[in-house]
C-alpha cells in the first residue's frame, strides 16, 4: 500500500514540553517546538511479523522535514492528558489504518536536526 499524502498536519497543535524524567514541565505549539528544540513527549510505533520483518512508512512529501525517507511504522505526539500507550494505538490507526495490540518496549531520549533547520528533542515512547 503506498499513501500520497498522510492526515492534514497541524502545526498549532499543542504538544507536551518535558524534562529529561518525562514531568511535563508546559506546552508548546508544534512549530515552536521543533523550530527550537524544545524536548516534548512523542511516541513511536514499530511494528514487526513474526518473520522479524519490520513495517515501515515513507514519509510524505508535504511535511516539514525528512520528506520522502522511510520511517518506524508510526510516530507521534500524545494529546493532552492521554497515556501514551492510548495515542500510539491511536495514531497508528491513523496513520497507517491498522488496529493491533501494542506493547510497551522502552523509553529514550532522541535528538536529530534536519536539513531544513528542524530539531527534534524528544523523550520518546517506544512501542512494538
Known sequence: ?????????NLMQQVILVDQNDAATGTAEQKEVHEYG??????????????????????????????????????????????????????????????????WAFDMLYRAEFENGSKENEYDHVYI
Open 1 to 9: 500500500m503506498r499513501w500520497t499524502t498522510g492526515p492534514p498536519l
Open 38 to 103: 524544545l524536548l516534548h513527549r512523542a511516541i513511536s510505533v514499530f511494528l514487526f511479523r513474526i518473520s522479524r520483518e519490520m513495517l515501515l512508512q515513507q514519509r510524505v512529501y508535504d511535511k516539514y522535514h525528512s520528506t520522502g525517507l522511510h520511517s518506524n511504522t508510526c510516530c507521534s505526539h500524545p494529546g493532552m492528558g492521554e497515556k501514551t500507550g492510548t495515542a500510539a494505538h491511536r495514531r497508528l490507526q491513523e496513520e497507517m489504518g491498522i488496529d493491533c495490540y501494542l506493547v
